[in-house]
């Protein structure tokens, strides 16, 4: 699993105009965004799964996304990826062992802000529906050479949130991601998102910077 497929899945939701996109997709695109942005924090408690049918592979978990402007943690399957905008360390649980690298402008890590750049000119949204409250858009890279072929968003219409995204990668694999729980402007202290050594006792720090 890459973390690309998570971060884009669950913070893509801050986005402004798309490149060639149409109309009405473009406008519900802003007002999520608007809505999205009036947030100081975010929590969003997830449901994902994982199919490729050619290689027989279906996976599934839950996890948890905290988000604070460039700050974030995300609790998935047995690790911990915290970042404070200038640091990011991930924690495997079960080795006790963190991995420790700076956050480059220029290397393909997905962070909220190179998101809500980087959704502005290199993605088109074509509106597919409207269903009841949900709406439903799809996103697609311009670029080549991207992993995946598009995004499948559905949006809540009246809370202007995102409720799901299935990611269909090249290689067959489709990644689906469910918001169970969206909680905005909880109280989040920035210690959340710094790795403390010391409440892991015996960890093994592997520092890559």
């Not at 809505?35 to 978990?61: G, H, L, Q, V």
């Not at 529906?129 to 858009?137: A, F, I």
Request: charged letters at 30%.
């Amino acid at each position: 699993m890459k973390r690309i497929f998570i971060l884009i899945a669950l913070t893509a939701i801050s986005t402004l105009t798309f490149s060639q996109s149409d109309k009405k997709a473009t406008t519900i695109l802003n007002d999520l965004s608007a809505k999205t942005k009036s947030y100081k924090t975010i929590r969003i408690d997830f449901a994902y799964t994982m199919e490729n049918k050619k290689e027989k592979i279906n996976e599934k978990f839950t996890g948890t996304l905290l988000s604070k402007g460039d700050k974030y943690k995300l609790t998935v399957a047995g690790q911990d990826v915290i970042c404070d905008g200038k640091t990011m360390w991930t924690y495997m649980k079960d080795a006790n062992e963190v991995n420790i690298n700076d956050v480059n402008a220029d290397d393909d890590s997905f962070t909220p802000t190179k998101l809500l750049t980087n959704y502005t000119k290199d993605y088109k949204a074509k509106f597919i529906e409207e269903k009841g409250n949900e709406q439903v858009l799809e996103l697609y890279p311009l670029a080549k050479g991207k992993s995946f072929t598009k995004v499948k968003l559905t949006i809540d219409k009246a809370l202007k949130q995102a409720k799901e995204f299935m990611i269909f990668d090249r290689s067959g694999s489709i990644f689906k991601y469910t918001v169970n729980k969206f909680i905005a402007d909880q109280a989040m202290d920035d210690k959340t998102f710094t790795f403390n050594k010391a409440s892991h006792p015996g960890v093994e720090v592997i520092d890559m910077r």
